[in-house]
């Protein structure tokens, strides 16, 4: 069955300090993907970035990167240089992919993280 | 643009009145789904559709009912509300490519 563990339920930062929130993942697929989403207090869904199993290059965004290592079958967000409007839930997910291809996701519990100006 | 549009984007109701939360995409997309998302439980899965007339239950089916008359509208319905169906309630739309979220749906049911 497919998991996803955030465990870091909190996170407080003072702003321009880098933090890493933690994704662990569970699943017998061989092939499925991996996603970030960011939900600021407006309350809607950000998605941040999709990583496929097959590639475990690590990706860079500006100030955001992610490490993926299906060794460890984690899948890290960084943030550099953390500001204000990084302040959000962050939820790591994980799509099971039926024959079709569709996304059914199955969510983490999500990290609050806070910065502190 | 491509959108996931939900109504009412809040909602305040009793027990037992029966409602429906609409949704609906404009990107042709043949597979869409409903989610709860509740503190501490992140989202989960209630019910999803991959085409018209499929549907099938998710991780939470429990009390809802959805329909899949046409390929952009999958409303969810809930016959009889109950207290512990107070949460915010997203509906997304994906391709193999690409998932899109609505704005979700507060509902608190009193």
Same mark, same amino acid.
């Given at each position: 069955?497919?998991?996803?563990?955030?465990?870091?339920?909190?996170?407080?930062?003072?702003?321009?300090?880098?933090?890493?929130?933690?994704?662990?993942?569970?699943?017998? +697929?061989?092939?499925? %993907?991996?996603?970030?989403?960011?939900?600021? *207090? !407006?309350?809607?869904?950000?998605? &941040?970035?999709?990583?496929?199993?097959?590639?475990?290059?690590?990706?860079?965004?500006?100030?955001?990167?992610?490490?993926?290592?299906?060794?460890?079958?984690?899948?890290?967000?960084?943030?550099?240089?953390?500001?204000?409007? +990084?302040?959000?839930? %962050?939820?790591?997910?994980?799509?099971?992919? *039926? !024959?079709?291809?569709?996304?059914? &996701?199955?969510?983490?519990?999500?990290?609050?993280?806070?910065?502190?100006? | 643009?491509?959108?996931?549009?939900?109504?009412?984007?809040?909602?305040?109701?009793?027990?037992?009145?029966?409602?429906?939360?609409?949704?609906?995409?404009?990107?042709?997309?043949?597979?869409?789904?409903?989610?709860?998302?509740?503190?501490?439980?992140?989202?989960?899965?209630?019910?999803?559709?991959?085409?018209?007339?499929?549907?099938?239950?998710?991780?939470?089916?429990?009390?809802?009912?959805?329909?899949?008359?046409?390929?952009?509208?999958?409303?969810?319905?809930?016959?009889?509300?109950?207290?512990?169906?107070?949460?915010?309630?997203?509906?997304?739309?994906?391709?193999?490519?690409?998932?899109?979220?609505?704005?979700?749906?507060?509902?608190?049911?009193?």
């Amino acid at each position: 069955a497919q998991k996803v563990t955030q465990a870091q339920t909190e996170i407080s930062v003072v702003e321009k300090e880098d933090v890493t929130l933690d994704c662990v993942y569970e699943t017998r +697929d061989t092939t499925y %993907y991996l996603f970030w989403y960011k939900q600021p *207090p !407006s309350g809607e869904l950000v998605f &941040l970035i999709r990583r496929n199993s097959f590639d475990e290059q690590n990706e860079i965004s500006g100030r955001y990167s992610w490490n993926f290592q299906k060794s460890t079958s984690s899948f890290n967000f960084t943030i550099t240089a953390s500001q204000v409007v +990084d302040s959000a839930v %962050y939820f790591c997910a994980l799509s099971d992919l *039926p !024959s079709t291809g569709a996304n059914n &996701l199955f969510f983490g519990t999500g990290t609050r993280l806070t910065v502190i100006p | 643009e491509a959108q996931v549009t939900q109504n009412p984007r809040y909602l305040i109701t009793v027990t037992g009145k029966k409602l429906t939360v609409t949704c609906s995409q404009n990107m042709n997309h043949e597979y869409m789904s409903w989610y709860r998302q509740d503190p501490g439980l992140g989202l989960r899965q209630i019910y999803y559709s991959m085409n018209v007339e499929v549907t099938d239950k998710g991780d939470v089916p429990e009390g809802y009912k959805v329909s899949r008359k046409e390929k952009r509208n999958f409303p969810l319905i809930l016959e009889s509300p109950s207290p512990n169906q107070t949460s915010l309630y997203f509906c997304a739309s994906s391709s193999s490519n690409e998932q899109f979220f609505g704005p979700g749906t507060r509902l608190t049911v009193l």
